[in-house]
């Protein structure tokens, strides 16, 4: 049988998977179970739901967002592992000289965010304990190459970075950390099957994880070669990809009862303020065994 991974940029483990499959990497884990391996590249995660249940890929991993948006979309995912938390990941900037000097400052503003992205879940987790809505009480715009140039012209309040991006940012200077990711939400890599897969094939699951701990454990001891990669493939600096990638935590852990709860928090923050159409219950992403042992 041949299983399909999907790959994108915005997950680091899965990414490096794919780009370490040329050294055996997942197939071997996979082999033994009369698996053959290949990678599906796509450039948006949040679809990875969609591509899911259509059959496309059999595997796939984003940031905290995107399974609950499917979940709210229909689709009847199944979470598999997580990563350990990335404090220092991202953070919402604001120019040096700004007054806003709290989330509440930014009511009336535009934000610059990956709309869809665990930064959705950062911005409306923050908006929120601040007593503020994401949907009323700022304007999100679509992020994109102009962000940083924005925020410093002050034609935006602020900005949601990540990666060698914020990196890049703060060391040229001129910008404040606002909040980073760590102070309103654990911004776990999260990762994820069809529930056929999960429930039929847990030890291909198994496998699967043992592939991701595999690449992980390769990225945090070579992190300048990692950062070449990346670097070479998706622009930027090797220097700044390698501050941004040493800052990741490279662990994959099982997904806990405390995960589920941060996940709920934010598909109801989502629902209440419209981001998702209709009530998630994020238990019921779990495999039926693990739902019932939770019980």
Do not use: C
């Amino acid at each position: 049988m041949t299983l399909t991974i999907g790959v994108h940029s915005s997950n680091p483990s899965l990414y490096f998977l794919y780009h370490l499959s040329r050294l055996g990497f997942a197939q071997e884990e996979l082999a033994p179970l009369g698996e053959r391996v290949v990678f599906h590249p796509y450039t948006n995660g949040v679809r990875t739901g969609e591509l899911l249940t259509s059959g496309v890929i059999d595997f796939g991993g984003t940031g905290s967002t995107p399974p609950i948006t499917a979940q709210a979309a229909g689709h009847d995912l199944v979470y598999t592992a997580v990563s350990a938390p990335r404090p220092e990941h991202g953070a919402i900037l604001v120019p040096e000289d700004s007054p806003v000097r709290t989330v509440a400052g930014l009511k009336g503003s535009t934000v610059h965010l990956a709309i869809g992205s665990w930064q959705t879940h950062l911005i409306a987790k923050a908006l929120d304990d601040a007593g503020l809505s994401y949907a009323d009480d700022i304007t999100a715009v679509r992020s994109g190459d102009d962000s940083e140039r924005s925020l410093r012209a002050g034609e935006i309040a602020a900005w949601v970075a990540q990666g060698d991006r914020l990196a890049a940012a703060r060391r040229t200077g001129g910008l404040r950390t606002l909040i980073r990711t760590g102070d309103v939400i654990s911004d776990r890599s999260v990762f994820f099957t069809r529930r056929d897969l999960a429930e039929s094939r847990p030890e291909v699951i198994e496998a699967l994880t043992r592939a991701l701990r595999r690449a992980d454990d390769w990225a945090a001891a070579h992190p300048r070669q990692a950062a070449e990669i990346a670097a070479a493939d998706l622009g930027g600096s090797a220097d700044d990809w390698e501050t941004a990638l040493e800052s990741l935590p490279w662990t994959i852990e099982p997904v806990t009862d405390a995960f589920i709860t941060e996940q709920q928090e934010a598909a109801d923050i989502f629902h209440r303020t419209g981001f998702i159409e209709r009530p998630v219950t994020v238990g019921d992403a779990r495999a039926r065994a693990a739902a019932e042992k939770a019980v």
